[in-house]
């Protein structure tokens, strides 16, 4: 269990109920300042890790299980679906996605295009549904396979994600790195070669949160 695994389930379980790290704190009955990027190492540099009694804390205040937690913490990339029930989520598909007008300018839904979808819940509003095309994700993603997008979800180095570029681009794909100056972007089919962006190329880029199977 390493200390970046257990903040990273944190952020999630916090972006999962619509709350900022800080915001989760406040709801656990904790300082404010206690998940702050800042507490998470000493000024030397050291290792600083959440107590048992704060992860208790913001376990009963969300109402997830240990479980579901511990999930986070090894990987998973959103609270199972079983437990979020079902809602209509807006849906268009992937080739569609690059056209003007379905995505405001913080890459948020917008528009009348777009179709309805039941689907697995989030409790991120602004969340949307994707239909992939192409091969390029293959063999997580296949062609018509539908995921699920959280604007609001962290995003971290090896996460599955959905990106849009100034030239109107829109894609799936696995984050490799960003800097403050670049980004690596990768396929998971071999097939397809890494792509690699100046940081404002990149307009926005949303987690993917779940995928259909």
Do not use: C
Not at 72 to 96: C, D, F, K, N
Not at 144 to 168: E, H, L, M
Not at 184 to 206: D, G, T, Y
Request: aromatic share 6%; charged share 25%.
């Amino acid at each position: 269990m390493r200390h970046d695994d257990i903040w990273r389930a944190i952020d999630t379980l916090a972006a999962e109920h619509g709350l900022s790290p800080s915001g989760l704190a406040r709801k656990a009955g904790l300082d404010p300042t206690s998940f702050n990027l800042s507490k998470r190492r000493t000024a030397d540099g050291k290792l600083r890790w959440p107590s048992t009694e704060s992860l208790a804390k913001i376990l009963a205040a969300t109402g997830a299980r240990l479980e579901e937690f511990t999930a986070l913490v090894s990987g998973a990339r959103a609270v199972p679906e079983t437990r979020r029930g079902r809602s209509t989520i807006p849906l268009i598909g992937m080739a569609q996605a690059g056209a003007e007008g379905f995505f405001d300018d913080g890459g948020y839904p917008a528009g009348a295009g777009w179709d309805q979808v039941d689907m697995p819940a989030t409790s991120d509003a602004n969340a949307y549904a994707l239909t992939i095309s192409g091969d390029s994700m293959e063999p997580a993603y296949r062609e018509g396979d539908t995921i699920i997008v959280s604007p609001a979800a962290p995003v971290r180095a090896g996460d599955r994600v959905v990106a849009r570029t100034a030239d109107g681009a829109v894609m799936a794909k696995q984050l490799i790195r960003r800097t403050a100056t670049r980004v690596q972007l990768a396929s998971l089919n071999p097939a397809h070669p890494e792509l690699r962006f100046s940081a404002a190329e990149i307009l926005w880029m949303h987690r993917i949160i779940w995928a259909s199977q």
